[in-house]
């Protein structure tokens, strides 16, 4: 390109008497895409070097795609008296009662040589001092594989409850249910597990059981659905209350201003535990569980928005002030045009970092609400439900594995945090 | 030599960024006269500052001092007279190492562009004049707040009792400069770095600042090292003259010489090209193109895409420093013998 | 001051025919705030009352130094700020005069395109995130002028014509360097064919080897398309390089207005010429041979201005009648204006011509 790039050079400076010469670089095929690049372009490169967040992503990535293939990943149900249809009882538990309260089986990969994962069967004996509960291997093994057949599960929104029938008058009510409906359609049902015992009616509980004989690791991950979605829900909801509200403080200014930073601040001075209590406990007691945990979601992000609104206040207010608004301005560009074309896109980067940042604390607040008895209940199964388990201190000596949804969520908040580090380093890839 | 107080011998300084390398400062030999003012003079990004920042070593990740000397000979009151066995190589000093810090502040002390963000709007100026001067003499805080009234009023602060105690936001552009220079004299350094430190002032201002240098400098018999891009400062305050670009130093002279007949076809064309005020409306010769891009580096002669007197070998062959007269030197094959060049080129 | 409300827009009147603008008693104060309440504790006087005018296709000066009003002037004039008081008559290509500070919403946006302003920051004034073609033709999509297709061919040509490659308007602006930013924002202000250009400290961002390159675009330009420029910049040589007339600002009030030449070799005020005499001299030579006005103390505060004269603190001149009486704009013949007591006995130095 070299020669033809100096000869179109001496084109244009004849043409326009400018001397361009030496002006043209000769760029490569990596300058050229840099120059061409949009935003999340650079953003993409900005972020990819980034590795603790990039690493965190696919962890992210990882805990979301098991949430929603929960049946699949899961050994068991979650609950063998919930979810399913009265005349199935899944084969998964048909030792439940024996295994109350079993410790993690060790799983053994290789069998004389060859691959062939298996698990020693328990039993339960009693110490005849002590009287204490103790579970011993026995030899009798159980064979595990991949692809198994299993306990029946759903893929999807098949659950999802229609309007309790004292609400089918309500207009939100008759607005949504299509909706829902719909989202049913796509929900499928199957029966092959990723990993389990190869007979379905065999016991296998890779991280224990609890204290009705359920196994913690499927119902860890059966639980990430609630936990996981409960962040995205609530900040998907701040976000809206956020960007309304913080918009509106931004580019109204004034009073409005005035009114809208007042009641953040008091917003920010109440104590988050307490007020959620309050607000949870106020809620009817015996709404379906679903509804509850809209309920919690709208509760925590009813707290939570102020943050986005402040971020997003700020830089409508910084923004106002910057060249290329002003440029716009002189363009006659139209104040929404203004808005939506210069102003959102420059910030859109920055919420979004921030929103992942918050999403850590929406989940432990539903963690702890639901640790603390008040926010989410059985049968629902979430993290912090099952850290409820955990809540005395003697359990926890004698069960250690009841803590197990403790790491998840410790993992998992580490991941956004990271995540959301990144991202805000990226967010803004003209400045360096 | 006795007169040279900083002797700076192929400093190589290279920024490693996930792009790539960036060669700041490739090859800087410059000697600093002692007493007398240098102007390093080049447009932005021609590692002027950074090769500055390498007197006193700081240069940050991810830029590194990768070769080069920097002999400073230091000189002691109390040793009457030579201190010709206290030089000491600064590029070979650990960047966070006692010598270093002993230097820093005390021996060589530098003003930035911006005094603002040189001081911490956490304590008062006086505060920090004198924690300049506690950490590097045996004062007593009393002796030390004298002192710094005494600076603040040599540096033209008015009522320096009282601004003392004020807060760097609270005083004008101008002052704020003016108390960074009395905080740079705390100690009476030998050397004193000012990088561009009144490109954000204005005219009268700058005026005002320019003067106050000169005068401190007599005063406190110091060696000025001035980093500008304006040319117009230069005549004004130096009496030698580095021209920078893109890392390497194309000619240096006295300052009479340089802007009398420059030698270097750079030198000449920045001095054509630039506004004057004595001067009625006529069109000026601009060079031509812009600085090139960091990452890729003309070869040879990293000037010839924008010579107007390039030749073909200066695509090829990288000038040597040529001297033309006693403390003139250029780096451009002009004055240099190309042929045998080529031939030795050739050979090797 | 006269209140213009009441004149009727067609009957407004310009103090002369050549003139293309003219700026009659232009204040602008900014209110200054405190407390939650946003009390209101005075004004900042950025203009206050300034008169001036500009002749159609010369290129009229502004300086002084930071916090001088120059540029709120120059963001009055395209309507960046809407004045507090006072009138900027613009004349139309039709001959007829409108008062630009009367004017508000959609009418406004009628005179965007005929009144153009270029950034002293070529970084900040560009949108990072749109192309070159977005940024340059925006004006024209948003007030619905030609069709893509053409848009595309005119942006194209504006291009070549600012000494860019026409392919680099699929480029983002970071791509550029500061000298090709400000090309590219030239290029934005003259898409719509404007009459008046402000160019605000224009070249004070870029480097000394592309300044110049960009002071002789903006030359070239001016005489293809028949351009009007106001010159807001601090720095006199660039002023000197570029003007045909000066205006000298100081803290919000016009001190000196004359013909660039007569101005610097001839100031009439006393802060003109300690102005000038501030500005190194690029010839080591002269540099102790002449003598220098230094000025003490700092810039008045426009929120607080001294009495009298604004300059009279600073003044090596001053009478006691500049600390009372303030003084106005003058004429002195020849187009030349000063604000000074004594502008006609002061026997004041200029620039020295090398």
């Known amino acids: 390109m070299t020669t033809e790039a100096k000869n179109e050079a001496q084109d244009i400076s004849e043409e326009g008497g400018v001397d361009l010469a030496a002006e043209i670089p000769v760029m490569g095929e990596a300058a050229e895409r840099f120059a061409m690049a949009p935003q999340w372009q650079l953003m993409w490169w900005k972020f990819r070097r980034h590795r603790l967040a990039l690493v965190s992503l696919v962890v992210i990535i990882i805990l979301y795609t098991v949430a929603i293939f929960a049946g699949f990943f899961a050994p068991k149900s979650a609950d063998p008296t919930e979810l399913q249809t009265p005349s199935y009882t899944p084969p998964g538990y048909a030792h439940q009662t024996e295994y109350i309260n079993a410790p993690p089986m060790p799983i053994h990969w290789i069998d004389n040589g060859t691959f062939a994962p298996y698990v020693y069967a328990f039993k339960k004996t009693r110490d005849p001092k002590t009287l204490v509960e103790t579970f011993v291997a026995t030899d009798t093994k159980i064979r595990l594989g991949f692809f198994v057949p299993g306990d029946r599960y759903t893929v999807g929104f098949s659950s999802v409850p229609v309007c309790p029938p004292e609400w089918s008058e309500n207009a939100i009510c008759k607005l949504i249910d299509p909706v829902l409906g719909f989202v049913k359609t796509l929900a499928f049902t199957a029966d092959i597990h990723l ?86 406990i106020a809620m009817p007691p015996r709404l379906d569980p679903v509804y509850v945990y809209f309920g919690v979601t709208i509760i925590l992000s009813l707290l939570r928005w102020t943050d986005l609104a402040r971020v997003v206040r700020g830089k409508f207010l910084s923004l106002r002030e910057d060249d290329f608004v002003t440029a716009a301005e002189l363009d006659g560009v139209p104040r929404g045009r203004i808005i939506m074309r210069h102003m959102v896109p420059s910030f859109m980067s920055h919420i979004i970092a921030q929103m992942t940042l918050s999403i850590p604390g929406m989940i432990l607040g539903e963690s702890a609400l639901s640790f603390l008895g008040v926010g989410l209940r059985p049968p629902v199964v979430s993290w912090g439900v099952m850290l409820n388990k955990a809540i005395d201190v003697v359990v926890v000596i004698n069960k250690p594995w009841l803590l197990l949804p403790g790491l998840a969520i410790f993992v998992t908040i580490l991941a956004f945090n990271f995540l959301g580090d990144g991202l805000r380093d990226a967010a803004d890839p003209y400045h360096v | 030599m006795a007169d040279t107080l900083i002797d700076v011998k192929d400093l190589r300084i290279h920024f490693f960024t996930d792009e790539g390398v960036v060669r700041a400062v490739g090859g800087v030999d410059l000697a600093i006269t002692r007493g007398k003012t240098l102007a390093l003079v080049g447009e932005s990004g021609c590692g002027k500052s950074v090769a500055c920042r390498a007197l006193l070593n700081i240069v940050h990740r991810p830029g590194k001092i990768v070769s080069g000397e920097i002999i400073f000979h230091r000189m002691f009151h109390q040793s009457s007279g030579s201190g010709s066995d206290a030089s000491v190589d600064i590029a070979e000093l650990n960047p966070k190492g006692r010598e270093i810090r002993d230097i820093r502040g005390k021996e060589i002390a530098m003003i930035f562009q911006e005094p603002m963000t040189s001081f911490s709007s956490m304590y008062t100026i006086g505060n920090q004049i004198m924690e300049n001067i506690l950490l590097h003499t045996n004062l007593s805080k009393q002796e030390a707040r004298i002192l710094t009234i005494e600076l603040l009023d040599k540096v033209g602060i008015p009522k320096p009792s009282r601004l003392i105690d004020e807060y760097p936001f609270r005083l004008s552009g101008g002052m704020r400069q003016r108390a960074m220079i009395a905080m740079a004299l705390s100690c009476s350094p030998t050397l004193l770095i000012a990088d561009e430190p009144t490109t954000a002032l204005d005219v009268t201002t700058q005026a005002n600042i320019l003067d106050l240098m000169q005068n401190l400098q007599k005063q406190y018999e110091m060696t000025l090292l001035f980093i500008t891009h304006d040319l117009g400062v230069v005549a004004e305050i130096a009496d030698e003259v580095a021209v920078m670009y893109l890392g390497k130093i194309i000619e240096k002279s006295d300052v009479f010489t340089l802007f009398n007949s420059p030698a270097h076809p750079y030198t000449q064309a920045l001095l054509k090209s630039v506004p004057k005020i004595a001067m009625t409306r006529e069109a000026l010769d601009p060079i031509k193109g812009m600085v090139p891009n960091p990452y890729s580096r003309p070869s040879g002669c990293p000037f010839h895409p924008r010579c107007p007197k390039a030749f073909a070998a200066c695509k090829t062959i990288v000038p040597k420093t040529t001297s033309l007269g006693l403390h003139h030197t250029v780096q451009c094959l002009l004055y240099e013998d190309v042929t045998e060049r080529q031939a030795t080129e050739a050979l090797s | 001051m006269t209140s213009s409300e009441h004149i009727p827009q067609a009957a407004r009147q310009m103090t002369d025919d050549s003139y293309l603008l003219e700026v009659k008693n232009l204040r602008k104060h900014f209110p200054i705030t405190a407390g939650i309440l946003a009390r209101l504790k005075g004004y900042t006087r950025a203009a206050d009352d300034v008169s001036f005018y500009i002749r159609q296709g010369e290129t009229l000066g502004l300086v002084g130094e930071s916090g001088c009003g120059k540029t709120t002037v120059g963001r009055c004039v395209v309507r960046a700020y809407k004045p507090t008081a006072g009138e900027i008559l613009y004349r139309r290509a039709d001959g007829s005069v409108v008062d630009l500070a009367q004017i508000r919403g959609r009418e406004v946006r009628t005179y965007r395109k005929d009144i153009r302003f270029i950034f002293q920051d070529p970084y900040a004034a560009l949108n990072p995130r749109m192309t070159v073609f977005d940024l340059i033709s925006e004006v024209l999509a948003v007030n619905h002028i030609g069709t893509r297709a053409e848009r595309v061919d005119q942006v194209e040509s504006l291009l070549k014509r600012v000494g860019m490659r026409p392919e680099y308007m699929r480029r983002y602006p970071h791509a550029f360097s500061g000298g090709e930013r400000q090309r590219i924002s030239i290029a934005r202000a003259l898409i719509t064919n404007p009459r008046l250009v402000v160019c605000d400290e224009a070249v004070s961002a870029l480097d000394v080897s592309v300044r110049v390159q960009i002071l002789n675009l ?60 501030a500005v190194p001299v690029h010839d080591p030579v002269l540099r102790d041979s002449q003598h220098r006005i230094r000025l003490e103390g700092e810039i008045a505060d426009p929120s607080n201005p001294p009495s009298g004269c604004y300059f009279h603190p600073r003044c090596r001149y001053a009478q006691p009648r500049c600390s009372t009486e303030e003084p106005a704009l003058h004429d002195l013949g020849n187009g030349h204006f000063a604000a000074c007591h004594f502008a006609e006995e002061l026997n004041l130095q200029g620039v020295r011509m090398g």
């Open chain 1, 195 to 280: 990993f389990g015992p190869i007979n379905p009616e065999d016991p296998f509980y890779p991280a224990g059981a609890d204290d009705v004989g359920r196994d913690v690791f499927s119902r860890l991950i059966y639980a990430s659905q609630v936990s996981l979605s409960v962040g995205l829900v609530g900040v998907f909801l701040s976000l809206l209350l956020g960007i309304f509200l913080g918009g509106l403080s931004g580019l109204v200014g004034g009073w409005v201003d005035n009114l809208i930073q007042r009641t953040i601040e008091v917003l920010r001075a109440i104590p988050d535990i307490p007020l959620w209590m309050a607000l949870a």
């Open chain 3, 218 to 277: 903006l030359e070239e330009l001016q005489a293809d398309f028949d351009l009007t420029y106001l010159f807001i910049s601090h720095d006199l040589s660039v002023i000197r390089h570029i003007c045909d007339r000066v205006n000298v600002m100081y803290v919000g009030k016009l001190v000196e207005t004359a013909e660039a030449t007569e101005l610097y070799t001839q100031p009439k005020h006393p802060y003109a010429e300690a102005l000038m005499s």
